[in-house]
């Protein structure tokens, strides 16, 4: 009988398994290390939204959290026309904690800022 091509392939493969087993190994080590520490990051993030602290969402409105989910999206209350805001995520949108002193700033001059607008526009 014959040998074929793949034969003399199949013949090889243990060896060339072996070798790819190894460097492959160290990759999927780097690669969990690197996962594991972005797991406890994003579970230390998670622990430190609370509801009632202020925040600036995505838009930065200053906001109150009422609600969390399990997969870090956030509720909260806008400080500037009290309507619920939604739709924020604590791991895509990047809202930032703040203090209650400085989401009334930020609150005081977005108001400011409408009601020049709405004066603007009622002048013209």
């Not at 091509?5 to 160290?26: G, S």
């Not at 998670?46 to 930065?60: C, E, M, N, Q």
């Not at 999206?73 to 791991?91: K, R």
């Amino acid at each position: 009988m014959t040998e074929t091509p793949f034969d003399r392939w199949l013949a090889q493969r243990p060896r060339l398994d072996r070798a790819y087993t190894i460097v492959h190994m160290k990759v999927w080590d780097r690669v969990h290390k690197v996962q594991r520490f972005l797991d406890l990051r994003e579970r230390r993030a998670f622990a430190r939204w609370r509801v009632g602290i202020t925040y600036l969402d995505h838009g930065y409105e200053p906001c109150a959290l009422i609600e969390k989910d399990e997969y870090g999206g956030l509720t909260g209350v806008s400080m500037i026309d009290g309507q619920l805001v939604g739709g924020c995520s604590i791991y895509h949108c990047g809202p930032e904690i703040v203090s209650l002193a400085e989401a009334r700033k930020v609150a005081d001059v977005i108001t400011r800022m409408q009601r020049g607008r709405a004066k603007q526009e009622a002048q013209s």
